[in-house]
């Protein structure tokens, strides 16, 4: 999953663009990101607490205005994700309105151009420039989004772009005299993509959708945790000591019901810590993941916890070789081949699985191309004869991996992104299969 997710934290910034277009008159119309909690933002802020948290809304329809006039969609699913900042409102609101500091505050964003403004409505051109080894991959392109402020929010139209419609919003909340809680709402129409190499890759590996909008959040708002609150001195975890997300019973049914009315994943970002290998400390940086899976938890946990099943959950798995260890733990070599429409990219992940008490399964990167992968997947019952997943992840790519793979070291955040769009690839992978084997 961490070769899908690199292609998730890509396409999410290849946005492109060569001419811009008049100020577009438009009402906003993008849910709050507090409508999925009746408009409580301390019951959010008390979620969110030290970490970023993705989650999506219903779906509804929308009217898009674009430069073709308005546009209709019956069924659009906004993301939102939430950060508390050691901030006070007034300076989140001067950090994001001043949009020509976008350039040196986004990574690939490397300037910003005023083209026309009118009272609260701004129309910008940004450049974006995604260094690549392989230049058919790389981007030095331009993006023009209309940015709209009034209250506690920024409203943003997509004006020209590949990703040729969408929109969304910042708003900030007060949690306390020196913190704020910060969030994006937005949307994007992945489904009518133009310019050659977005179309081809969208079209190549179309699953990669699914993961798309919680990465495009989660790089926003990690930029601005580190913005307002750098990580310091990372914390050390013994082995197999994973951070987690402590929820309490009331926060599991809130999580629970968020998975429910959306379809889609809840997933906390943590902040990195050091990990053990061998005689060193390695910083990951985990996401715990919650998701519900369409079928019974014996029949959930016996399909994930066989990696003999990716080869036919996943097109880009070509071959499986599993080695039992003992009656608790198993080792599998798994060959994955990425293709993107105009390159693919072969990589080789080894994993050890340990069952684990408690319907839980461990599992650590033991060797292969991907050098740092751990996590811990845990399946609960629900009363539907469905399963409550939780999965906390981490992975990233080593010094030592093939020359295609490391191309995805060049993208910002390179560490964190792949983990963000390749769980909700995996969850709706998994429910694929195991809603087709379930009828076959």
């Not at 809304?57 to 205005?65: F, K, T, V």
């Not at 926060?251 to 429910?260: K, M, R, S």
């Not at 093939?402 to 995996?426: E, H, N």
Request: aromatic share 8%; net charge positive; no cysteine.
């Amino acid at each position: 999953m961490i070769g899908l997710g690199l292609l998730v934290s890509s396409a999410a910034l290849m946005y492109a663009t060569t001419s811009h277009a008049a100020i577009i008159n438009w009402q906003d119309n993008v849910p709050s990101a507090t409508k999925p909690f009746a408009g409580n933002a301390a019951q959010l802020a008390r979620l969110v607490d030290n970490d970023i948290m993705v989650y999506s809304h219903p779906s509804q329809s929308l009217n898009l205005a674009s430069k073709k006039g308005t546009l209709h969609y019956n069924n659009v699913r906004f993301s939102s994700a939430a950060i508390i900042v050691p901030a006070k409102p007034e300076q989140v609101k001067q950090l994001l309105s001043q949009y020509s500091g976008y350039a040196g505050l986004f990574p690939t964003l490397t300037k910003a151009t005023l083209l026309e403004q009118s009272g609260n409505i701004t129309q910008m051109k940004y450049r974006i420039h995604v260094p690549v080894p392989i230049p058919v991959l790389s981007f030095n392109e331009d993006v023009v989004m209309q940015h709209q402020v009034s209250g506690n929010s920024i409203q943003t139209l997509i004006v020209d772009s590949p990703i040729q419609y969408g929109t969304g919003k910042f708003e900030w909340f007060p949690v306390d005299s020196n913190h704020t809680l910060v969030t994006l709402t937005q949307w994007g129409d992945l489904d009518k993509p133009k310019g050659f190499l977005v179309s081809t890759i969208l079209k190549a590996i179309p699953e990669i959708k699914q993961g798309i909008p919680q990465s495009v959040d989660t790089f926003v708002l990690e930029t601005l945790k580190r913005k307002f609150s750098p990580d310091g001195k990372l914390p050390t975890q013994g082995p197999r000591q994973l951070p987690y997300k402590k929820l309490q019973q009331d926060e599991i049914q809130l999580v629970q019901q968020l998975n429910a009315r959306s379809g889609n994943p809840v997933m906390f970002i943590h902040r990195p810590v050091n990990m053990p290998y061998s005689n060193r400390a390695e910083s990951l940086q985990f996401v715990s993941t919650y998701a519900t899976l369409k079928a019974p938890a014996a029949r959930s946990t016996q399909v994930l916890g066989s990696p003999a099943n990716f080869k036919n959950m996943f097109r880009q798995v070509s071959k499986v070789q599993v080695k039992p260890l003992s009656k608790q733990a198993s080792e599998a070599e798994v060959m994955v081949k990425v293709g993107l429409g105009v390159i693919a990219i072969p990589f080789r992940i080894n994993l050890r699985y340990y069952n684990e008490p408690q319907n839980k399964l461990y599992y650590q990167a033991n060797g292969g191309d991907i050098e740092y992968m751990q996590g811990q997947m845990q399946f609960s019952p629900l009363s539907n004869q469905q399963t409550f997943l939780s999965m906390t992840s981490a992975g990233k790519i080593g010094d030592n991996a093939p020359f295609l793979l490391k191309i995805g070291k060049s993208l910002p955040y390179s560490d964190l992104l792949p983990t963000v769009g390749g769980a909700p690839v995996f969850i709706y992978k998994a429910n694929q299969y195991l809603s087709n084997s379930k009828n076959s």
